[in-house]
């Protein structure tokens, strides 16, 4: 099983919204940064929002400020992604990830990722 399991994908029309959850599996996010990420069809794998855990500073793609938000709940150990006003480029699958830096979301210092959740806007 992967480390991270992430839920909430779907389809939605242009203007609509997505939550996303990702819990950890038999681990908790303490010390750890939390990022969300997303890989278009035929595209690189691109930085979405990040999370410390401990401090619960947040980062965000250009694309997508505004308009998503990054948040957490210690108790459940989960990280939400809100997504408003999705857009038809907003299509990917989504992936979590632990480990790496909220301020320089670099995909490869992330050591645990889940299997990734698909998103998908029509217009």
């Known amino acids: 099983q992967a480390p991270l399991v992430e839920s909430g994908g779907g389809l939605v029309q242009a203007g609509g919204s997505l939550r996303l959850s990702c819990a950890a599996s038999g681990r908790t996010f303490s010390d750890y940064a939390v990022g969300w990420f997303r890989q278009a069809a035929a595209k690189e794998r691109e930085f979405v929002a990040a999370i410390s855990w401990s401090s619960g500073r947040t980062n965000y793609a250009d694309s997508v400020k505004g308009r998503f938000t990054i948040s957490r709940d210690n108790a459940r150990n989960t990280v939400y992604l809100q997504m408003s006003s999705l857009k038809p480029e907003d299509t990917a699958v989504y992936y979590c990830?632990?480990?790496?830096?909220?301020?320089?979301?670099?995909?490869?210092?992330?050591?645990?990722w889940g299997q990734g959740t698909q998103v998908t806007v029509s217009s």
């Open positions: 990830a632990a480990g790496g830096s909220w301020r320089y979301p670099k995909p490869t210092t992330y050591n645990y």
